[in-house]
T-cell receptor
Framework: GENVEQHPSTLSVQEGDSAVIKCTYSDSASNYFPWYKQELGKRPQLIIDIRSNVGEKKDQRIAVTLNKTAKHFSLHITETQPEDSAVYFCAASNANSGYSTLTFGKGTMLLVSP | EAGVVQSPRYKIIEKKQPVAFWCNPI?????LYWYLQNLGQGPELLIR????????DSQLPKDRFSAERLKGVDSTLKIQPAELGDSAVYLC????????????FGPGTRLTVL
């Protein structure tokens, strides 16, 4: 089955700095890579996703890059704000399987200090 | 649009007692997932339903866990008997089946086994 590794486990930045979270996956058939944000005590929520037919996707201050050859993808947050503080999870799945399952990484706790 | 609803939000029981969790998915979502989330970890799939059919229950500890999704809408996850190690957050999620399925999570049920 799929295995997703996520680094770092914690990341502390100053407000306004950039933050980068990296994930690797093992199954070359995986083609859908979402990122979820989970604030303390709340449900995970999708913030951005990327499909294997593109190498980069941006949405305002967040972007995701994908390297299929190396089987890794990254989340980039620019101009971080205190409200970005949360746990971020990457995930991977083979969306073509019809009954796809997401395999999640262990999460990165991002702390943005004012 | 109403989100995924779960109840109860919190449950405290003594070991060896039974416990049940309920989930109502987003209307129209035919795929329903139950996840286990331990503290500081990413969600781990327990079981996935496509309508009323359990299509992936390979990670469900069947000696003590059971689930059902009658009529392909609401779902119930049961543990009997509960063990200390079952203390965790149980997340329900739902999605459309195809093709790149954003999963919408419920608020979760935090189970504490004493």
């Amino acid at each position: 089955g799929e295995n997703v590794e996520q680094h770092p486990s914690t990341l502390s930045v100053q407000e306004g700095d950039s933050a980068v979270i990296k994930c690797t996956y093992s199954d070359s058939a995986s083609n859908y890579f979402p990122w979820y944000k989970q604030e303390l005590g709340k449900r995970p929520q999708l913030i951005i996703d990327i499909r294997s037919n593109v190498g980069e996707k941006k949405d305002q201050r967040i972007a995701v890059t994908l390297n299929k050859t190396a089987k890794h993808f990254s989340l980039h947050i620019t101009e971080t704000q205190p409200e970005d503080s949360a746990v971020y999870f990457c995930a991977a799945s083979n969306a073509n399987s019809g009954y796809s399952t997401l395999t999640f990484g262990k999460g990165t706790m991002l702390l943005v200090s004012p | 649009e109403a989100g995924v609803v779960q109840s109860p939000r919190y449950k405290i029981i003594e070991k060896k007692q039974p416990v049940a969790f309920w989930c109502n998915p987003i209307s129209g979502h035919n795929t329903l997932y139950w996840y286990l989330q331990n503290l500081g970890q990413g969600p781990e799939l327990l079981i996935r339903y496509e309508n009323e059919e359990a299509v992936d229950d390979s990670q469900l500890p069947k000696d003590r866990f059971s689930a059902e999704r009658l009529k392909g809408v609401d779902s119930t996850l049961k543990i009997q008997p509960a063990e200390l190690g079952d203390s965790a957050v149980y997340l329900c999620a739902s999605s459309f089946k195809f093709p790149y399925n954003e999963q919408f999570f419920g608020p979760g049920t935090r189970l504490t086994v004493l």
